[in-house]
């Protein structure tokens, strides 16, 4: 896990090494293991490394192969890479280290562009070649690691976070009115390519970007699974839980693989016990888990303890609880927003990164529960979607998921900020109306699986945790697993209140108590409440001269929403006041006038 940075040059000047140097610098974060530089004709990489396969300095970075004449740089874990390795060993290639990101570099030898069909794991990588000055950048199946685009008529850099984009300077810098738009629906998510930047994108999912010398290049989609039925397996629940269940078993397996101890947040919900359970089950010894807890604020329970203290006890894992006071969260909450690389509204982001300085002082890599819900249709929204026609399901999913309509969106911002027509809802219908999906169901799972969850709680998850060098691993999100998923019956998820064939491996592997409990969350009531402290800093940041010179929002809208801050909800209940300020304040806090 890393940080990578780079720019690519055709218009035949050097590479700003000094940029490039900013930019790596601003990854400090998300690799503080070693430091790494590399530039060639119109090419120049940059690295931050945090050490977790190969902690020799054989596996720095930027790695070059002479013989090949490739040097890549990569962020992530290729969890087959030595499965890969004996096969590539057997086909003539031969190694200097022990790295993954040196079977990447041989496995792009062998299959060129190809490669990311054979590699299992979260990756995104850039593999420039010496003597074409092609360079290939490559992200993995489910948007897990991030990367960051900004162009013009002479260059391209990337990133690994918009910030250290943003470092290495000339970005435009203004606000995408269709990203504010989609930011407004989906509860701050902005699905790739866009970000609210106008002039950053991302790379999306499962894509390779080939770029040649001159600049032209080509966009590869090189995986989508199928929300169709596979009629070997049928709709046999028992024949479905198996197949989940020992789906599930090989990819907690594979996110074990490091040369660094591995550990869990352990929330004590259904999914991150099953991963506890299922690593028990593989002999795993004295794991370690980690738990976190807020004050109660409002009435509202700040922790989940007693389920997590439960799963703790029944496998005897090392377990660490923090308890946060409602004190601590102001300064937390600006820490939590400094390393966001895009606003998000989910207050579950502060929890993620208290939680996470504190698991990086134990161990450097952790498995979590992230992505079940999306995979196996645990919310609540998604009955009311399966109920609706094939032929309604995107005005359904409108209804139940989207924050408001765009008549009243429009009515919080300025008219220059404004968006002629309803650019979220026209995303909604031509995901939704795509092939490949069976059902209204399927449609969902599939628009919410592989264009929102990437930029909300994959992104959150990163962000959060590679802010203190701490990896994050997402068994749930392996691919594998999400193909399985993707093709069970409807029923099989819905019934049991969602995710009902995980609920069924839950009870033969997890001790009473935890399958059937009340579904939770990652709770921080003093955010999501707007405590005093927390509404004192959205005032400061609303009332500031740069947002009012920004202007995007109607100011008399914003009055409103300070006048009453409880009383104005987007549809699912969350504070329309704290959507609003969190991209004011995420835009102050990282510069941007």
């Known amino acids: 896990?890393?940080?990578?940075?780079?720019?690519?040059?055709?218009?035949?000047?050097?590479?700003?090494?000094?940029?490039?140097?900013?930019?790596?610098?601003?990854?400090?974060?998300?690799?503080?293991?070693?430091?790494?530089?590399?530039?060639?004709?119109?090419?120049?990489?940059?690295?931050?490394?945090?050490?977790?396969?190969?902690?020799?300095?054989?596996?720095?970075?930027?790695?070059?192969?002479?013989?090949?004449?490739?040097?890549?740089?990569?962020?992530?874990?290729?969890?087959?890479?030595?499965?890969?390795?004996?096969?590539?060993?057997?086909?003539?290639?031969?190694?200097?280290?022990?790295?993954?990101?040196?079977?990447?570099?041989k496995a792009y030898a062998q299959w060129g562009r190809r490669c990311v069909d054979f590699l299992v794991g979260m990756f995104a990588f850039v593999v420039a070649e010496?003597?074409?000055?092609?360079?290939?950048?490559?992200?993995?199946?489910?948007?897990?690691?991030?990367?960051?685009?900004?162009?013009?008529?002479?260059?391209?850099?990337?990133?690994?976070?918009?910030?250290?984009?943003?470092?290495?300077?000339?970005?435009?810098?203004?606000?995408?009115?269709?990203?504010?738009?989609?930011?407004?629906?989906?509860?701050?998510?902005v699905p790739a390519p866009r970000t609210v930047l106008a002039g950053v994108r991302k790379l999306p999912p499962a894509t390779v970007r080939v770029i040649e010398s001159d600049g032209s290049h080509e966009d590869h989609c090189y995986w989508q699974p199928s929300y169709t039925r596979r009629p070997e397996l049928g709709e046999d629940p028992a024949l479905w839980r198996e197949a989940v269940h020992d789906a599930l078993r090989t990819a907690v397996r594979r996110r074990t693989v490091a040369d660094v101890p591995v550990g869990v947040l352990l929330s004590g919900g259904l999914d991150s016990s099953l991963i506890v359970a299922l690593l028990a089950e593989q002999g795993q010894d004295g794991l370690a888990t980690f738990a976190m807890g807020f004050e109660a604020e409002n009435g509202e329970d700040g922790d989940e303890f007693p389920y997590s203290d439960l799963v703790s006890r029944h496998f005897a894992t090392e377990h660490h609880r923090y308890r946060v006071s409602s004190d601590r969260l102001p300064a937390a909450l600006r820490a939590a927003i400094g390393a966001m690389s895009e606003p998000m509204v989910s207050h579950d982001a502060v929890a993620f990164h208290m939680l996470s300085e504190q698991v990086a002082n134990e161990v450097k890599v952790v498995l979590c529960g992230q992505g079940a819900d999306e995979v196996f249709a645990g919310y609540h929204w998604y009955p009311p979607i399966a109920s609706a026609s094939r032929q309604h399901a995107a005005d359904a999913y409108?209804?139940?998921?989207?924050?408001?309509?765009?008549?009243?969106?429009?009515?919080?911002?300025?008219?220059?900020?404004?968006?002629?027509?309803?650019?979220?809802?026209?995303?909604?219908?031509?995901?939704?109306?795509?092939?490949?999906?069976?059902?209204?169901?399927?449609?969902?799972?599939?628009?919410?699986?592989?264009?929102?969850?990437?930029?909300?709680?994959?992104?959150?998850?990163?962000?959060?945790?590679?802010?203190?060098?701490?990896?994050?691993?997402?068994?749930?999100?392996?691919?594998?697993?999400?193909?399985?998923?993707?093709?069970?019956?409807?029923?099989?998820?819905?019934?049991?209140?969602?995710?009902?064939?995980?609920?069924?491996?839950?009870?033969?592997?997890?001790?009473?108590?935890?399958?059937?409990?009340?579904?939770?969350?990652?709770?921080?009531?003093?955010?999501?409440?707007?405590?005093?402290?927390?509404?004192?800093?959205?005032?400061?940041?609303?009332?500031?001269?740069?947002?009012?010179?920004?202007?995007?929002?109607?100011?008399?809208?914003?009055?409103?929403?300070?006048?009453?801050?409880?009383?104005?909800?987007?549809?699912?209940?969350?504070?329309?006041?704290?959507?609003?300020?969190s991209l004011e304040i995420w835009l102050q806090a990282h510069g941007i006038h």
């Open 1 to 105: 896990m890393c940080g990578l940075s780079g720019e690519l040059r055709w218009d035949g000047g050097r590479p700003d090494l000094a940029a490039v140097e900013r930019m790596t610098d601003a990854l400090e974060r998300r690799g503080p293991d070693g430091r790494g530089a590399w530039s060639q004709g119109a090419v120049a990489l940059g690295h931050r490394r945090l050490k977790i396969i190969d902690l020799s300095e054989r596996g720095g970075q930027p790695m070059t192969d002479p013989h090949l004449g490739l040097t890549a740089v990569f962020n992530g874990c290729v969890y087959n890479h030595r499965e890969l390795r004996v096969r590539l060993e057997g086909m003539g290639h031969r190694f200097f280290s022990e790295s993954d990101t040196e079977v990447l570099l």
């Open 130 to 189: 010496h003597r074409t000055g092609r360079v290939v950048l490559a992200r993995d199946r489910l948007g897990i690691k991030p990367l960051y685009v900004t162009e013009d008529t002479d260059r391209l850099r990337f990133a690994s976070s918009l910030p250290a984009l943003l470092a290495g300077g000339g970005v435009d810098t203004s606000v995408d009115p269709l990203a504010l738009h989609h930011y407004l629906s989906w509860h701050g998510t």
């Open 398 to 581: 409108a209804d139940v998921y989207t924050d408001r309509s765009h008549d009243r969106l429009t009515g919080m911002l300025h008219p220059d900020a404004a968006p002629a027509h309803d650019a979220s809802m026209a995303f909604v219908r031509s995901h939704m109306g795509a092939p490949g999906a069976e059902t209204s169901l399927d449609a969902a799972l599939r628009m919410d699986i592989h264009a929102l969850m990437p930029d909300d709680p994959v992104k959150r998850l990163d962000n959060m945790t590679m802010a203190w060098g701490l990896e994050a691993r997402v068994p749930f999100l392996d691919h594998e697993l999400v193909e399985l998923a993707a093709a069970c019956p409807p029923e099989l998820k819905l019934a049991h209140g969602g995710k009902a064939v995980l609920k069924d491996i839950g009870r033969k592997v997890l001790p009473p108590g935890v399958v059937d409990r009340p579904k939770g969350y990652f709770p921080v009531p003093a955010v999501r409440n707007l405590a005093a402290p927390v509404l004192e800093h959205v005032r400061e940041a609303l009332a500031a001269p740069e947002a009012r010179r920004r202007g995007i929002f109607d100011q008399a809208y914003v009055a409103d929403l300070l006048a009453a801050p409880g009383r104005h909800r987007a549809r699912r209940g969350a504070s329309t006041l704290w959507q609003v300020a």
